[in-house]
């Protein structure tokens, strides 16, 4: 299994809403990633888990919250967005050695209404 | 950060072209990686090529590491080769801003 699978793919919330982002992957991977992509641009680093705890937060507003339930599991929990957080959401996994490259999952496209 | 230039910032290809795309770093990577985005969002690790060249298919990659660059290599382009093609590195992965490919039929 080399896939890195994201749920939902569309997400439309409103600003009160309280919405969560889920990864999955079973690579065996001990590192996972969240990163941002708004249209046209790059992705965005947003947060960082090494063996299940969070070693790099790019200063992100607190109205995201990571959580890394298990080794294979990560979540990114929404609440009181604002419109401009519409984006892609991608979520990526690395393994080490000849492995290290990172798989990403498809996303999840987030419009914030 | 690092800081990752891509060039060129849009390449339009005839079918069966071949193209050379670049990256250069500002500090030395051991982690440099290509990826190919599709029109639909998903990013696809082409090469993890800390060093040296590899080769997959139609696709191959050389990076100068004490050069810190990366070239990709696309050799007989298909309409299916579009999209854009990232470079990424470092130890929070920085991307390039990427490089734009239309192959026309």
């Known amino acids: 299994d080399t896939e890195v699978t994201q749920t939902p793919k569309h997400l439309v919330m409103g600003m009160t809403n309280k919405k969560s982002l889920k990864c999955e992957q079973h690579?065996?991977?001990?590192?996972m990633y969240w990163y941002k992509q708004k249209a046209k641009k790059p992705p965005e680093l947003m947060f960082v888990?090494?063996?299940?705890?969070?070693?790099i937060n790019e200063s992100v507003p607190s109205r995201f919250s990571p959580e890394c339930p298990n080794s294979s599991l990560l979540n990114l929990h929404l609440h009181a967005l604002q419109p401009e957080d519409s984006a892609l959401y991608l979520c990526?996994?690395?393994?080490?050695?000849?492995?290290?490259?990172?798989?990403f999952g498809s996303g999840t496209r987030l419009t914030v209404v | 950060g690092i800081q990752v230039e891509q060039s060129p910032p849009d390449l339009i290809l005839q079918e069966g072209a071949n193209s050379t795309l670049r990256c250069n770093f500002s500090?030395?990577?051991?982690?440099l990686q290509w990826f190919h985005q599709n029109p639909w969002g998903q990013l696809i690790n082409l090469f993890y090529?800390?060093?040296g060249t590899k080769q997959n298919g139609r696709l191959s990659a050389t990076t100068v590491a004490t050069e810190r660059y990366s070239l990709l290599y696309i050799s007989s382009s298909q309409t299916t080769d579009s999209g854009v093609y990232f470079c990424?590195?470092?130890?929070?992965?920085?991307f390039g801003a990427g490089t734009t490919v239309t192959v026309r039929a």
């Open positions: 990526a996994s690395s393994g080490w050695g000849r492995n290290y490259g990172y798989t």
């Open positions: 690579m065996g991977h001990r590192a």
């Open positions: 888990y090494s063996y299940e705890k969070l070693s």
């Open positions: 500090d030395s990577v051991n982690n």
């Open positions: 090529i800390p060093s």
């Open positions: 990424a590195g470092g130890n929070k992965l920085s």
